[in-house]
DNA sequence: TTGTAGGCGTTATCAC
DNA sequence: GTGATAACGCCTACAA
C-alpha cells in the first residue's frame, strides 16, 4: 500500500513536514502557533490527498502505542465474541487500536505463536481472557516478562498477579442449586469443560456445585460429573453419557450455554422431554439462549458489558500504573426460562 | 511497554546491529555470511533477553507489513466469526499477521471510522466483509483510493472491481424450493434482514426464492415477504408478524441461522410445532444449527473453509498483482434435517 | 564475516 | 509562526 506521506501533504501545501504535524496534532494544545490560512492549506492537502497518518512511525516516534490487544480462547464462542465486543466498542470509543487474536482450540504451540505475534506488534495494554496460553511454560514467561516490564494487563482469572475481572458464580451457583432441589431434584447432574492443554474450565461453579450441594444436605455422586471437551458435540456426548447412568440424573448443570445446547439434543435423542423428564441450565446466557426451544434457564453475566469493564480497569491502569491491584467480581443471576421445572420421578 | 531492542542485544552479544539484524532474517537466504559462533551468541542473548522484533519498525522499514486486514460486519453473529476464524488461521499459517474489525450493527460513521483506523495501521490486503459500509459515500471513496493505489482486497460481494468471493446461492434455493413444494407446501413465506444504513442482506436469497417460485409455478404474494433487522430478535418480530397472517404461511425461509432461530421461537410462542404446523428453512449451516430442537435444514456453505479460500484468493492477489479479476463462488448444499416436514393443511 | 550509514514516517526539540 | 534536525527500531546496501 502506497498511502501519502506526511511530506507529500507538506509538499502540496507548500509548508514543511513539521508544519503539517502540528496541524494535525498540534491544535489539541491550548497553543496554536499556526496561522489559519497555513492551517487551512494543509488541511485541505489532507484532504485532497486522502493522507492518514501511519500508526506505526507514530507509536515508533511517540512511544505510545494508542492500542491494546485482547487474546480469547475461541472466537466462534459466542461468549468469547461478545465479550470481544464490548471490549471492542469501548476502546474504540476511547481512541484506541485493538488487536484482537483467538488462541482457538487447536495447540499450545498455537497459543505460543498468538502471543508472541502480539508481543511484536506492541501494545499498551493487554486483556487476558485465555486461561489455556498460561498453561504452557513458555507462555508463562512471556507474560511474566511483558508483566515485569510494567505492561498494563488485566486477567479474567486470578493466576497471576494483575488486575483481575471475574464472574462470581458462588452465590449464583447457589441459586441453581436450591432452585433444583426445591422443584424436587436429587440427582443433579453437570458437565465442564477441558480446553487445550488439559486446562479445566468452570472449576469455579464445579466447586460452587459441589459446595452447594451438600449445604442443602445432598450426597454427592462423582458419577454424575463428567468432563468433556468444550464445544458443543463434547457437551452433547458428554450428556449422553450422564444421561444413559441409571439411575440417571433428572437435572443437568453445563458451565456454559453452548455444552447445555448440547444437553439438550442429547436429552431429545433419548426422547426424553425438557424439561418434564430432565430440567438443564446453562451459564452465560448467551444471546440465543432465549430463543431456544425450550428457553434455556441460564446464569447470566452481561458479557458485553464485561467487555466494556475489562477495558475501562485496563484503562485506568494504564493512566495510572501505581493503583492498587483491583479485582473486579461481576455479579451474576440465575435467570430461570423454561429449561427447568419439577422432578419427574 | 519497554521492549528490550536490537540494541540490547547486539551489545549483550558484543556485535553490531546489523549482525543481529542478519541473525534473525539473514539465514532464510542460502547465503549465511555469519559464522556459527557469532550466530550462537546472538542466539543466546536474544533468549536471555526475551527480545522480539518490533513489527512496526520491521514494516516501516522494509516496505511490507505483512498483514492483512480483515472487516465484518458482526463479531457476535457465529456465521462471521466462523469465517473470521477461517481467515485468521489461514493468515497465520502463513506467517501474516491479522487485524480484525467489525463494524457492528451500529452507524454508519462508525463503520468509517473503523475503516480509517485500519488504514492508519497500514496493511498488504483486505477482505472485506462487510457490504455495510460501503453505504457511506466516505468509505466507498476510501475503498477506491486504497484499491486504486493497487492495494489488493477480496470481497465477499460484488459491488466493486475486485477480486471477489461469494456464495451462489441459486442452486441450493432451487433446492430449497423444490423441498418445500414436494412436500406439499405452497404458501412459502421468507425473512431478511437489512443492516445498518439500509442495506439490504440476502437479496440474492431473495431473488432465487422468487425465481424459483415462479418456474414451480407458485404465485407470488408480496405479503410472505418481511424485511427485517439482521438479530435474532428481529427474526422474531419479522416471523411472529408473518405468522399472524391468514392464511399464515405453512413454510418460511430465513436468510440465516439466526433469523430462522427466532422464527423457530415465534412459532414455538404460537403454539405451533416444528415441523408439523411449520417447516423452517435457514440458511449458513452454523455448528448450532445441528443440534437446535428440532435440528435446523438449512443451506450449508462451510463458512470456516471460506475464510481460508478467502486468505487463499487475497495471497495469490499479493503476489502476484497482474492477476486477472477472480470470482469464486462457494458451492452450497441444502442439508435436510428436522425442521422441514409435510404441510399441514 | 562483520560494521557503517542512510532511510522508512512520525514526533519533539530547537532555532530562526 | 515556521522550518531544520535528531531520535524511534529496524532493514539493507555497501564498505571494511
Request: with cysteine.
Amino acid at each position: 500500500m502506497n498511502q501519502p506521506t506526511q511530506t507529500d501533504v507538506a509538499q502540496r501545501a507548500g509548508v514543511s513536514r513539521a508544519t503539517v504535524s502540528y496541524v494535525i496534532n498540534g491544535l489539541t494544545d491550548g497553543k496554536i502557533p499556526i496561522s489559519d490560512e497555513t492551517r487551512k492549506r494543509v488541511l485541505d492537502a489532507i484532504e485532497e490527498l486522502g493522507y492518514e497518518p501511519d500508526a506505526r512511525a507514530q507509536a515508533l516516534s511517540s512511544g505510545k502505542t494508542n492500542t491494546i490487544a485482547l487474546i480469547i480462547p475461541d472466537l466462534r464462542n459466542p461468549h468469547f465474541s461478545e465479550f470481544a465486543s464490548g471490549v471492542e466498542e469501548a476502546a474504540r470509543a476511547a481512541d484506541y487500536h485493538f488487536l484482537l487474536s483467538s488462541t482457538t482450540l487447536i495447540s499450545d504451540e498455537y497459543a505460543v505463536d498468538v502471543f508472541k505475534d502480539l508481543v511484536r506488534r506492541r501494545f499498551d495494554g493487554l486483556i487476558l481472557a485465555s486461561h489455556f496460553i498460561l498453561k504452557s511454560k513458555e507462555s508463562r514467561e512471556i507474560l511474566a516478562r511483558i508483566h515485569k516490564r510494567g505492561l498494563p494487563i488485566v486477567e479474567f482469572s486470578d493466576i497471576n498477579n494483575v488486575d483481575t475481572i471475574s464472574a462470581d458464580y458462588t452465590e449464583a451457583t447457589k441459586e441453581v442449586i436450591s432452585h433444583l432441589v426445591s422443584l424436587g431434584h436429587r440427582r443433579i447432574g453437570f458437565v465442564y469443560g477441558v480446553g487445550t492443554g488439559g486446562y479445566e474450565l468452570g472449576l469455579d461453579r464445579l466447586s460452587s456445585y459441589e459446595e452447594s450441594l451438600q449445604a442443602v444436605g445432598v450426597a454427592l455422586d462423582p458419577g454424575l460429573v463428567i468432563k468433556c471437551g468444550p464445544t458443543i458435540e463434547d457437551g452433547y456426548q458428554g450428556a449422553l453419557k450422564l444421561l444413559q447412568r441409571d439411575p440417571r440424573p433428572t437435572a443437568i448443570i453445563a458451565i456454559n450455554d453452548l455444552l447445555a445446547i448440547g444437553t439438550m439434543r442429547a436429552a431429545g435423542d433419548l426422547g426424553m422431554c425438557i424439561p418434564d423428564d430432565l430440567s438443564i441450565i446453562g451459564y452465560d446466557d448467551i444471546p440465543m439462549a432465549n430463543y431456544l426451544l425450550p428457553r434455556l434457564t441460564t446464569v447470566t453475566k452481561d458479557t458485553f458489558t464485561a467487555g466494556q469493564t475489562a477495558f475501562e480497569i485496563l484503562m485506568a491502569r494504564m493512566q495510572n500504573p501505581k493503583l492498587p491491584r483491583q479485582f473486579t467480581k461481576l455479579p451474576t443471576k440465575l435467570i430461570i426460562r423454561e429449561s427447568t421445572g419439577r422432578a419427574p420421578f
